[in-house]
């Protein structure tokens, strides 16, 4: 297994600045971060969700797109994929975010998947993402870039069996799954094994962070809440090394993405703790 950062986690970098503390921590792939910066916040301070500098603004001509993959390959690193913010149905961003990718050399996009908040059928929603992936399944093959479909909490595809019956009609060259324990921590919690014997050949990418759950006020009838939140990668309810050992299991063999939203560390400084928490986790295999 290889590693890789998703450049959401890396707002305060330029692309070149990424690129090149990525080498010096000896991670090997960019996913990047396919979103403009709003322009009330231009002049915020770097964030991961406003200002981030190290993103591709979907408008971009091909000549702005090649300083993107420039950097990486500058660097000896590769470009592995497009990650935008799509909404489902959206062809004709996925189309856009496809040729983005197809520029740069990146082999996958992420693609758009309906939130859940009870305010619409599950049924609906989920023949509503069959017709969108059938249209993603088409483009993928015509550029050669996979759709992947990630494990995200309040989405119709919170776990992995949710996310298995969403793709599991469709090519696996085409259209495949991101991987992400640390969402299901939030919701969608299933054993992680299980999760990746069922998805096969779907199992794209993997990404990488942590969460925990925390108490909160108590309600009058004295029943205690609690809230989730993001804990940095070896501090969290995910046990790295057993999901690890589980990906070995299976014979996954691909890249394992950092999407740290802790805040715990800086940039350069994440990096360069995750590429050697990972490579001491991989080594004790």
Same mark, same amino acid.
């Given at each position: 297994m290889k590693l890789s950062v998703f450049t959401v986690v890396t707002p305060d970098l330029?692309?070149?600045?990424?690129?090149?503390?990525?080498?010096?921590?000896?991670?090997?792939g960019i996913e990047w971060r396919y979103k403009e910066?709003?322009?009330?916040?231009?002049e915020e301070p770097p964030s991961f969700w406003r200002r981030n500098l190290c993103s591709i603004d979907p408008r971009s001509t091909e000549e702005e797109l090649d300083r993107f993959a420039k950097a990486a390959s500058g660097h000896g690193l590769r470009s592995l994929s497009v990650m935008p913010y799509l909404t489902p149905g959206d062809l004709e961003g996925t189309e856009k975010a496809m040729k983005a990718a197809k520029r740069l050399g990146a082999s996958a996009i992420r693609v758009g998947v309906? @939130? %859940? &908040?009870?305010?619409?059928?599950?049924?609906?929603?989920?023949?509503?993402?069959?017709?969108?992936l059938h249209g993603v399944e088409e483009l993928a093959r015509r550029y050669k870039v996979k759709g992947l479909v990630e494990t995200h909490h309040r989405t119709i595809a919170p776990s992995a069996g949710l996310t298995h019956r969403l793709v599991s009609r469709f090519d696996p060259a085409a259209v495949g799954v991101l991987y992400d324990p640390g969402n299901m921590i939030h919701e969608g919690y299933e054993n992680f094994r299980l999760g990746l014997e069922l998805l096969g050949p779907y199992l794209a990418h993997v990404h990488v962070k942590n969460t925990g759950w925390k108490?909160?006020?108590?309600?009058?009838?004295?029943?205690?809440?609690?809230?989730?939140?993001?804990?940095?990668?070896?501090?969290?309810i995910v046990d790295w090394k057993q999901v690890l050992a589980?990906?070995?299991?299976? @014979? %996954? &063999?691909?890249?394992?993405?950092?999407?740290d939203f802790s805040g715990t560390f800086g940039s350069r400084e994440l990096l360069q703790v995750y590429a050697q928490d990972m490579k001491e986790l991989l080594a004790g295999l």
């Open positions: 330029t692309p070149e600045e990424l690129a090149q503390a990525a080498k010096e921590a000896g991670i090997e910066i709003p322009a009330e916040a231009q309906p @939130g %859940y &908040d009870r305010t619409k059928n599950y049924n609906e929603l989920y023949e509503e993402e069959i017709a969108y108490p909160e006020s108590r309600r009058e009838n004295g029943k205690r809440e609690w809230s989730s939140y993001w804990e940095p990668v070896s501090g969290g589980d990906l070995a299991a299976v @014979g %996954y &063999d691909g890249y394992l993405g950092l999407e």
